[in-house]
């Protein structure tokens, strides 16, 4: 798992500050539910957190509001 971990620990993480309450319900839901305690949570912060940091600087620098929401339903 932790090999697949890398590759969307970013979207998982930030999902959980998504404007869709579902969205951010269930990615904070899966994230508790998979590492249980917050001494898990901290380590996956450590171990991939430049991972988080560089899926939002890709966001940052290669979408706008109008491609993001095209990613969105409705």
Not at 22 to 50: H, N
């Amino acid at each position: 798992m932790s090999k697949h971990l890398k590759a969307c620990v970013g979207p998982w993480w930030t999902a959980r500050y998504d404007s869709d309450r579902q969205v951010s319900r269930a990615a904070q839901e899966s994230l508790v539910g998979i590492f249980d305690t917050e001494k898990k949570r901290e380590i996956v912060r450590e171990k991939y957190g430049e991972d988080v940091l560089r899926f939002i600087s890709q966001v940052l620098n290669n979408e706008s509001a109008r491609t993001i929401s095209m990613c969105r339903p409705g």
